[in-house]
């Protein structure tokens, strides 16, 4: 794992000196609003190109027992010839850790995978900008899956937590609306 945090910290730091006027601070509002904090950057990594990176967690969101953390690390191309400007098509991955209640079973485990972004940027001034996105690709999960009120961990053998449930599926991978702040 640490190998992957200073792969990606190498890559953030050596593209910061390319295009240092476009470097952006961003959070998803839809998370916000789920009760979910989320975090991101955007740094231009040239004329029609941008790398994103955005993190989100949450703990009880609505005094639900639920928790989860992710990451999204991105490539966009724009296609109006200038980073952070109108629409792009954006290629992804997504990484997250999960326990969550849904109509009576505990699902708890983690899932990654990959796939596209479509989105546009809203200038609102010379510092703001919304961005509305949506994008569907192909996860991956392995999980525990059981029912509340099972007494699922101490079930198994030496304290040994396994999987019982794992698999893929074709879904929404990254859906929403970012307000983000650049940086010149």
Request: glycine fraction near 12%; include cysteine.
């Amino acid at each position: 794992m640490r190998k992957y945090v200073l792969a990606i910290i190498l890559a953030l730091t050596s593209t910061i000196g390319v295009r240092a006027q476009m470097f952006a601070v961003n959070t998803d509002l839809l998370w916000d609003a789920a009760c979910v904090p989320s975090l991101g950057i955007e740094i231009g990594t040239g004329n029609t190109t941008s790398f994103a990176f955005s993190a989100f967690g949450g703990y009880k969101p609505w005094g639900r027992d639920a928790k989860f953390a992710g990451v999204q690390p991105e490539f966009r191309y724009w296609l109006s010839g200038r980073a952070m400007h109108q629409q792009y098509i954006g290629i992804g991955a997504i990484m997250a850790s999960f326990k969550c209640p849904v109509a009576g079973k505990i699902y708890d485990g983690y899932t990654a995978g990959a796939g596209v972004t479509f989105g546009y940027a809203l200038k609102l001034n010379r510092h703001f900008v919304m961005n509305f996105h949506a994008g569907c690709g192909l996860l991956f999960y392995n999980q525990k899956e059981y029912f509340e009120g099972d007494d699922y961990d101490s079930a198994n053998t030496h304290g040994e937590i396994e999987s019982n449930a794992s698999g893929y599926n074709i879904l929404p991978t990254n859906l929403g609306v970012t307000i983000s702040y650049i940086l010149h």
